[in-house]
């Protein structure tokens, strides 16, 4: 099932996403929205729910929304409110979840789609703000359901779009879409699979030319971005399966299970809430100047379209390369932070598209996720330029400083992480764990992106990697010895030794095979580990078998 | 020398001063009072008498070294509505039994910050709700002047310590009329200040757009000194003004006679106690020789107050009152009992089936399906047990105009009407700068005459109830007493962040004496 292309029917489906805002504190409170830490510690009485308490509305929620506003052409509303959503669970605190009902912040705007063969305008309702709720855990104690608050308050977007979708595929490049625009407003990390990201889709399906909606159903539970997908295909089939068949479509809410690949009906007693909204009194209006939009519209970052377009003008970047490479902002940032002044981009963006999209895809991490010092692979492709290092060992180089960088789970507990600030030390801690005093920092620090280090050390608390004694990619390569050879004699040396040991190849070669180039050159490389200089060996052969 | 007890904050502060008394004697006098007689009043449920009289050494100290704060030598009760840190705070419900604050309400640490003695918790009617102080799990606050009359509500015990001379100042909370009308029942001065005028961090919801913390004391001196130090802008209330508070204390000391006082006919009408109006309009026209200038005004929405009232604030309540669930905290119904009667409601229910007729069966099927979860009847059950009947008949009506189909027609409506007693009052305040009325239709009523009428008991609150749907403030200060030897009261009411306004004419009453 790779498209859906039906003949009598069509899909008309709507997307709800949430986003969790990236805020320093919660939506509410001034408590920092950190997970994993130990269950109930991130919390002040107001996320419990304690008699007496206010919430406090976060500055930078209200900015962060409005950025997203800007960023998908919504209208900003000067007067919105906050609306209280009431019902009963145990992991809300409060009895009622702080969030906008009549009154959206944004609304009426739109985003860009592309798709292979077309681009289509999708409609934005609307974006509101609200908090989330804790976390119910049911599996681990098999008497109680254990409830979790940390997350309880967490700041939350949801965005609404219209009904103008109407195939997965469409439904997958919206919210790959959504996922740029919140990484490159920085307001969301964007990761589904974590549930900073969430989605959930109204589909209903009808016969084509209807212009009535069908019943819809609302899928929840999708983690994924192929689940959503893969979560509405489903149930678009299962729908004009059920019509064809003589059926109805009942309204209802839909649970996707990810192991059976299907989706089931939740029951009817977890639905049919009267959620009883109204004004939150405890807050007033949210008043947006058109100063204050102004300012934020002002601040917005250079969004991936426009990027794409200026890597294509200024660095003669094809569109398919820019595109690759614009998608993800945080490769994007990896890549303009390595050319710094080198002169030729394209180097660099071929080395990062061929071999730290490599890495990544064979540790399956995140750009955000790895540690690579500043300049590392601008030095490599530099080595590689002036011929001090051949391709083949500058590949070595990256796949050594990657390796020290980021293979380090030994050394590091493998349990919870945060982001958080590192400096960089030099010194192994596998051969000398206890001597971390001894230790000295070196100038490699990550400041473009966070790195993971473990919670329960205190804010600012310098993490020793193992890391090879590093100060600069030309040292590390120096020091494994994979410094190009260009010296003619130790070349001369090589070539001799070469031609003597293999005469077969060397007649067959003067009888005008002359394809065998690249066996002796192999030969040299592979004799000289990778450090002989492939072009000066070349002309060698040359001259000596054919001079 | 007189009573300790009998003295205004501003008398026990000169006494210190001149090194007359100690705030221990000051602390103790209290004790023995309370001793005495809060067995019979009710007004205290809840005292911490040696960490008051710790409290009052250190602050001697300061006193003895020319460093104690503004309100050194007052000795305080707090309604058991507002947060103290390591104190119970139930809010007179069984729901909260038990129950400690983990933090301090601001009003709280700007007390302490000032040297104010606190001596323990006081009575109120259940979650602020109610006109009487008899809806509270600890039984009714007595009124001092009349043990077999009600204290007024719902800062019943806030009236009653005060009246009682069980403390020199308490807080209250005023949500539509809480503060002002128990301060009439029980003859003490009570303030209502304007929504946003002192920090709500710390007060337990009732109503959260009405709420207002304020304070009683036996002069409007005192009432001036409290309000200073507990008014101003709070970064943990996003209600909360930013308006810069004024000098109340330099106000009360030097209060200016002429002054605009309006009078609305629709307050002096049907319903109020004959010998009231006519006490009431005595003392106004007394003002009028002492220089006010007196205006007719008119606030022809005032008919619509009660009704407007129990709609929005029930509704507010609803929704603040569903944190107490009994999972995190406070009252919860026994797990295991919960569980038995709802297996024998199922094996009832499946037994009828077996037996029933079709028609019969159709209906209990339907019941058996619909049968609480055990999570949902964990909820029913502890909040059963754990509210009063006022508060569930609160909740229900909240509940029910906030339901879909509803709303437009119930909270809707009265969101607009809220708004349109709010011009009255706003037309009313450009032509004079306090406007007079009774505080309460009658005087306190026997404990225990309303409690079967609850209509009867909100009618308790027609004069004070307006002000909360305004949001401006207002003050009930004694006139004497009726022929039925209980306290009399007189309210003004002043717009909006205008205190001043309303001390400066509630110490004019004072001191026609």
């Known amino acids: 099932m790779s498209t859906i292309a039906h003949e009598r029917f069509e899909a008309v489906i709507g997307l709800e996403v949430h986003a969790q805002l990236l805020t320093k504190s919660k939506a509410f409170a001034p408590v920092p929205p950190i997970y994993g830490e130990a269950p109930n510690t991130m919390v002040t009485p107001l996320c419990l729910g304690h008699p007496g308490t206010l919430p406090v509305v976060n500055e930078n929620l209200v900015r962060y929304i409005i950025k997203m506003g800007l960023a998908t052409n919504c209208q900003i509303a000067p007067k919105s409110i906050f609306a209280r959503k009431n019902y009963f669970y145990p992991d809300l ?91 490159y407003l920085e307001i969301c990390d964007g990761n589904m699979e974590e549930g900073s990201l969430r989605c959930d889709a109204n589909v209903s399906v009808r016969p084509r030319g209807q212009k009535e909606f069908g019943t819809r159903t609302e899928l929840k539970n999708m983690n994924s971005f192929r689940n959503v997908e893969k979560a509405i295909e489903y149930e678009i089939y299962r729908q004009i399966e059920l019509i064809e068949g003589g059926g109805t479509v009942v309204q209802q809410t839909r649970l996707w299970d990810t192991s059976k690949m299907q989706s089931r009906p939740m029951r009817s007693k977890e639905e049919a809430h009267d959620y009883r909204y109204f004004p939150e009194p405890d807050l007033p209006p949210i008043i947006v100047s058109d100063e204050m939009k102004e300012e934020i519209r002002a601040e917005l970052p250079e969004l991936a379209d426009v990027r794409q377009k200026r890597f294509v003008s200024e660095y003669g970047m094809s569109e398919d390369d820019a595109k690759t490479l614009t998608e993800d902002k945080y490769l994007a940032d990896f890549f303009e932070r390595e050319i710094g002044d080198y002169p030729n981009p394209l180097d660099i963006s071929n080395f990062i598209k061929t071999h730290v999209l490599r890495t990544l895809n064979e540790d399956k991490k995140h750009i955000s996720e790895v540690n690579l010092p500043t300049g590392s692979v601008q030095a490599i492709v530099s080595l590689n330029g002036k011929n001090e290092i051949s391709s083949s060992n500058a590949v070595k180089l990256y796949d050594e400083i990657y390796d020290s960088f980021n293979n380090f789970q030994n050394v590091l507990p493998d349990q919870d992480f945060v982001t958080g600030n590192i400096t960089f030390l030099k010194g192994n801690l596998d051969t000398n764990p206890e001597s971390v005093s001894n230790f000295v920092p070196i100038n490699t620090s990550i400041p473009d992106y966070s790195v993971r280090i473990n919670t329960d050390l205190p804010d600012n608390t310098l993490v020793y ?59 040299a490389m592979k004799a000289s580990k990778g450090k002989a200089n492939p072009k000066m060996v070349t002309q060698m052969v040359a001259k000596k078998l054919e001079g | 020398m007189a009573d300790l007890t009998t003295f205004t904050i501003t008398e026990a502060r000169e006494k210190l001063q001149a090194g007359d008394i100690t705030l221990r004697d000051l602390v103790q006098a209290y004790a023995k009072q309370i001793e005495e007689h809060n067995e019979e009043i009710n007004a205290y449920v809840f005292l911490d008498i040696e960490s008051a009289l710790e409290q009052a050494d250190e602050i001697q100290k300061k006193i003895e070294n020319g460093t104690a704060g503004r309100l050194a030598g007052a000795i305080m009760g707090i309604k058991d509505v507002i947060c103290e840190r390591g104190k119970p705070t139930t809010c007179a419900s069984n729901i909260l039994e038990n129950f400690e604050s983990v933090y301090d309400a601001t009003v709280i640490e700007r007390l302490k910050a000032e040297d104010a003695v606190f001596l323990g918790r006081l009575n109120m009617d259940e979650f602020a709700m109610g006109s009487t102080n008899e809806y509270s799990r600890y039984g009714a606050a007595r009124n001092p002047h009349d043990t077999t009359k009600v204290t007024g509500g719902s800062s019943g015990g806030s009236a009653a310590a005060v009246a009682g001379t069980m403390a020199n100042a308490t807080l209250g909370s005023d949500t539509g009329g809480s503060i002002r009308q128990p301060a009439s029942y029980c003859g003490v001065v009570g303030l209502k200040p304007t929504y946003g005028r002192v920090s709500r961090y710390g007060l337990v919801a009732y109503a959260s757009s009405f709420d207002s913390i304020g304070p009683l004391a036996h002069s409007v001196e005192d009432v001036a000194n409290v309000l200073q130090v507990i008014a101003g802008f709070d970064d943990r209330d996003n209600t909360s003004s930013q308006v810069p508070c004024d000098d109340y204390v330099e106000v009360v000391k030097n209060p200016n006679k ?80 919960m569980l038995d009667e709802l297996k024998a409601e199922e094996n009832a229910l499946k037994e009828a089936i077996k037996n029933a007729d079709d028609e019969e069966k159709a209906d209990l099927e339907n019941q058996l399906a619909r049968l609480d979860a055990p999570l949902a009847r964990l909820y029913k059950k502890s909040r059963t047990e754990g509210f009063g009947n006022e508060v569930k008949r609160r909740i229900m009506l909240g509940t029910y105009v906030l339901s879909a189909g509803y709303y437009d027609a119930y909270y809707g409506k009265a969101q607009r009407v809220r708004r349109l007693i709010k011009e009255d009052y706003s037309k009313a305040f450009e032509k004079v700068d306090v406007i007079v009325t009774p505080t309460a239709p009658t005087t306190a009523f026997d404990i225990g005459s309303n409690l079967n009428d609850p209509v009867q008991m909100y009618l308790n609150d027609a004069y004070t109830i307006t002000a909360n749907l305004a949001g401006i403030c207002g003050i009930s200060v004694p006139v004497g007493k009726h022929s039925n030897g209980l306290p009399v009261g007189i309210q003004f009411l002043g717009d909006t962040f205008q205190e001043s306004k309303v001390l400066n004419a509630a110490r004019l009453v004072e001191l026609l004496g």
């Open chain 1, 93 to 183: 605190p409060k009895g009622y979840q702080i969030s906008q009902f009549e009154t959206p912040i944004c609304h009426d705007g739109f985003v860009d789609i592309e798709l292979e063969e077309y681009d289509k305008r999708i409609g934005v309702t609307r974006i509101h703000m609200e908090e989330d709720a804790g976390k119910s855990i049911h599996d681990q104690d098999p008497y109680n359901t254990l409830v979790d608050l940390n997350r309880a308050g967490t700041p939350l977007i949801e965005i609404v779009s219209e009904p103008d979708l109407r195939t997965p595929q469409e439904a997958y490049a919206y919210l790959t879409k959504i996922k740029q625009i919140v990484q």
């Open chain 1, 465 to 523: 990697l193992p890391v090879l004694e590093y100060s600069s990619a030309k040292g590390l390569a120096e020091k494994l010895n994979l410094i190009q050879v260009s010296d003619s004699g130790f070349l001369e040396e090589l070539v001799d030794e070469i031609i003597a040991n293999n005469p077969d190849e060397v007649e067959r070669y003067r009888g005008g095979k002359k394809q065998l180039m690249g066996f002796f050159v192999g030969q």
């Open chain 2, 258 to 337: 002429k002054i605009r006082i309006g009078v609305p006919e629709e307050f002096f009408g049907e319903g109020l106690d004959e010998e009231i109006s006519a006490s009431l309009k005595d003392v106004i026209k007394k003002l009028e020789a002492e220089g006010a200038e007196l205006v007719p005004v008119e606030l022809p929405h005032t008919k619509y107050g009660l009704a407007t009232y129990y709609i929005l604030a029930t509704a507010e309540a609803s929704s603040n009152l569903a944190r107490f669930d009994g999972i995190r905290y406070g009252h919860r119904a026994d797990k295991d009992q």
